[in-house]
């Protein structure tokens, strides 16, 4: 007797995704006539008008990130399953043969010859034996890469002529296709073997077993910087590195508001964010090598920016320094994604200790989503039925890129949750995610003085050390009348002298939530050695003390020096002390 399926129905799957395909390919339409344009041929080598992450509009994204989406997913469904899954597994030879023809610079050979070569020729110049070169360029041109023209003869067309060398793609491609994807054929090895299946090190990647050094190690010479320098300009140009100016109100930013770019590389991402906001300043941080190489691409790029000390090179260890204090954003941007949980929450806690209380840590990286939909996800839900909730193919390289991080460095890539979590533990408290594109732009603030608002963070006393920027952050600006309420924070942001019904008296400030029932304060003699100190001395401690046991509160001695010197909320209940 048949039984009545569940599964869901894969006929009115076919014609949703059918449908979502058309209404997506319309939009693209409309927004290339609304630009005066056509829709470019796959046989154009044309650059397009949308042709970079920054210049694509919101609708046009959502457009195209559906019909990447929608066409996998129908094709899987309506396909042979043993067909499709075999066909994944052959996948590999794509970026093995992308290897072959970007070594041999076969984009390069063809350029301006739209009628294309005869493979005969194009083996010659590349030093490669045409039979072999002709069914490489095939099965590429078979997945849209490079056309076919005629009969063994080969032409570029849009994507293979990102394969050019002088096109920074090509530089991703290399370090891709090369050293990753050899790694990567230790990836099971690595996870089975007991002694480094949990690791975290850079020792015991895929990447290590491959290579015999890691990552880090791989490029020290002077020509493997310079391949791994060409990477990154080509992994910016792809993750959109441009989209920094539109997805923030930088517009509403004060004047000389101060951007500190840690583990900024070269500072490619802020020196385009100072191109378009001149009002602002940079400071860039990472390692004194790299340093260097930013002075120079700065003074390349942008020499008046340099020229009128519109930027700042300042070379540090991010584990072990402080960023410049003060600043009014810290700017970290695909950093994280490079360290496991504990290393990353080292760079966080030591930028939380340079912040102001006004400061905002913006961390720019991918941000990950569950393939299923969950009630509580609003961006998932954003994404038509019966898309996968994280837009599946669409976004397929952010999950691709999570293993690969797991692949040369043992780190990874995060969802939202996991970002709130180490930022919390670093001292932050999550204020905002802005949609950037394929990557999320994630706001920050200072963990305790964030839930008090513009008022409370512009009646701070000014810093103890000199602050490199006298603007008061965006969020000061215009503030609001103080309330009731407001003016009892001030007052308990100082540091007191509060004595209780017992007879102790505690010296210490207010941390507690906006509900003041009780007050949490700190005793920096009671606590500062304590069980509860961490390995800084930076945590002393904290009370909570109901309201009815408080006897009097006293602010501190005005001109007497304060046990403490200062005094910073981490996130949550915790607090700093210095
Ligand atoms: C993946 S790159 C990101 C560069 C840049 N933010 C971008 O988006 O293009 C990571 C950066 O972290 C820097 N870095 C690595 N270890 C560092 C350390 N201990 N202190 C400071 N910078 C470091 C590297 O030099 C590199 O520029």
């Known amino acids: 007797m048949a039984t009545e399926s569940t599964a869901p129905n894969g006929t009115a799957e076919i014609t949703m995704l059918a449908n979502l395909i058309t209404s997506a390919v319309q939009d693209v339409v409309k927004e290339y006539s609304a630009a005066g344009h056509s829709v470019p041929s796959l046989n154009s080598t044309e650059q397009g008008p949308f042709d970079a992450p920054h210049l694509v509009s919101p609708a046009l994204s959502r457009a195209i990130q559906t019909i990447e989406a929608a066409c996998a997913q129908l094709s899987f469904t309506v396909a042979n399953p043993g067909h499709v899954v075999t066909n994944k597994s052959y996948g590999f030879y794509e970026p093995a043969s992308l290897l072959v023809v970007t070594n041999a610079k076969i984009a390069d050979i063809l350029l301006d010859k739209p009628e294309g070569m005869h493979v005969q020729d194009l083996a010659k110049q590349a030093g490669l034996d045409p039979g072999k070169l002709c069914r490489i360029l095939r099965m590429l041109a078979t997945k849209h890469c490079f056309k076919e023209v005629k009969p063994d003869v080969f032409a570029n067309n849009r994507l293979s002529i990102q394969l050019v060398s002088s096109n920074p793609v090509s530089g991703l491609v290399v370090h891709m296709t090369d050293e990753a994807f050899k790694a990567a054929t230790f990836l099971d090895a690595t996870l089975t073997d007991p002694k480094t299946a949990s690791s975290t090190s850079t020792d015991d990647t895929p990447f290590k ?323 509860g100190a961490d390995p800084d001395g930076r945590f002393v401690g904290q009370v909570m003390l109901p309201w009815k046991m408080i006897t009097k509160v006293e602010a501190h001695i005005p001109g007497q020096r304060p046990p403490l010197n200062g005094c910073n909320g981490g996130g949550g209940d915790s607090l700093y002390m210095w």
């Not at 590195?241 to 101060?258: F, G, H, T």
């Not at 040369?408 to 996991?418: A, G, I, Q, V, Y």
């Open 209 to 531: 077993r491959a290579h015999g050094v890691s990552l880090f190690d791989f490029y020290t010479t002077p020509e493997g910087k310079k391949r791994f320098a060409q990477a990154m300009v080509g992994w910016g140009a792809v993750t959109g590195r441009s989209m920094l100016p539109k997805v923030y109100p930088w517009d509403k930013i004060p004047q000389d508001a101060i951007i500190c770019d840690i583990g900024g590389g070269n500072g490619h991402a802020t020196l385009g964010l100072v191109k378009e906001f001149p009002h602002l300043k940079v400071i860039l941080q990472d390692t004194p090598e790299v340093i260097q190489q930013g002075r120079v691409y700065w003074n390349t790029e942008h020499p008046q920016a340099v020229e009128n000390q519109r930027v700042r090179f300042v070379a540090m260890d991010f584990f072990v320094d402080q960023p410049v204090s003060n600043c009014d954003f810290y700017y970290l941007r695909h950093v994280l994604h490079d360290w496991p949980n504990a290393e990353a929450i080292k760079i966080l806690t030591n930028i939380r200790k340079a912040m102001k209380s006004s400061s905002r840590l913006l961390i720019h990286e991918f941000v990950l989503q569950h393939a299923v939909r969950e009630p509580k996800d609003l961006s998932a839900n954003q994404v038509p039925e019966p898309l996968l909730a994280n837009y599946g193919m669409a976004r397929i390289r952010l999950y691709q890129q999570d293993i690969n991080t797991m692949n040369l460095l043992n780190s990874k890539e995060r969802t939202l949750e996991e970002f709130i979590d180490l930022a919390r533990q670093g001292g932050f408290k999550f204020e905002h995610l802005w949609d950037s594109g394929e990557a999320g732009l994630i706001e920050f603030s200072a963990g305790f003085f964030a839930f008090l608002g513009p008022v409370m963070a512009s009646s701070l006393p000014p810093p103890a050390s000199p602050s490199p920027s006298l603007s008061p952050s965006p969020k000061d600006a215009s503030p609001p009348p103080p309330t009731a309420l407001d003016r009892l924070r001030t007052l308990l942001r100082e540091l007191l002298r509060i004595s209780t019904t017992d007879g102790r008296v505690f010296i210490g400030t207010f941390a507690g939530t906006d509900k003041p029932l009780n007050i949490i304060l700190i005793n920096a003699e009671e606590f500062r050695m304590g069980p």
